[in-house]
């Protein structure tokens, strides 16, 4: 699914693009995260109405009265995580092969490089890394006097309490696979295949810390949630060079994957 030879170091040729000005990839990235919004916003708008439409048929088949608190309240945690799912895989997948689908050629050599051993000791070391990152900030925030915990953790509790299975498949195989094709793969990719690859690792990487953590959200204090932010800016950025390291997206799938288990894990011992 990549653009990139370990072997040569080099990025072979990817499918014909229009000839451009040199600001036109930037466009196109734009454009790209524009289509991506939308969609997640049109499928969670969609399942919203089919949730509120499924609530007044169920307490009309009860015969009880439409409670507008319940309304209100909106879905619950398992809800929740099935309309992010929903509206953040459809969201990557489709600007994926709508706009930035891998040709055979950056298949076959993603495939290659997965199959080297080299490959997954650089996952391993970017792993310890955006993990030592991660309890380095625990620690600066806790010297802080100040609460760090995703926005997201309470849900992640909830649902790991009520049905833990399906936290650690969301959390470790779908959520990596479909957010590192989104950022790394289309964003990230486009930039890089226009050779710009800092910009490219920049952007993407705070598009990935605000689709994790927007600002206002949660109850971390200001300095607690730069912390986060910064983050998760920082991982962004550890998962796009390791792409473009080795070569495949399998190996910022790999550090992510192996990272939320890491948290589920915490989750599952009550220490996250």
Known sequence: MEAYDPNTQTIPALPPQRAASSASPVWAFLLDVVIAVAIMLAVTMAYGLLWGI??????????????????????????????????????????????????AQERALSWQAARKPATWGWVLLTLAVVMCTSMGTTSLATAMDSRFAPSNLEIMQDIQQRMPWLLWVFAVVLAPLYEEVLFRRVLFGRLWAAGRPVLGALLSSVLFA????????????????????????????????????????????GVHALNNLAACVMIALGIG
């Open 210 to 253: 605000l689709a994790h953590e927007f600002p206002g959200m949660g109850n971390n204090s200001p300095a607690a949630a730069a912390l986060l932010w910064t983050y998760y800016v920082f991982m962004g950025l550890a998962l796009a060079w390791i792409y473009r390291r080795t070569g495949t997206l399998w190996a910022p799938i």
């Open 54 to 103: 499924w609530l007044g048929f169920e307490q009309g088949r009860r015969g009880v009265p439409l409670d507008p608190a319940m309304i209100q309240q909106g879905p619950g945690t398992l809800s929740l995580l099935l309309m992010t799912l929903l509206g953040m895989s459809a969201a990557s997948f489709t600007v994926y092969f709508w706009r930035r689908r891998a040709n």
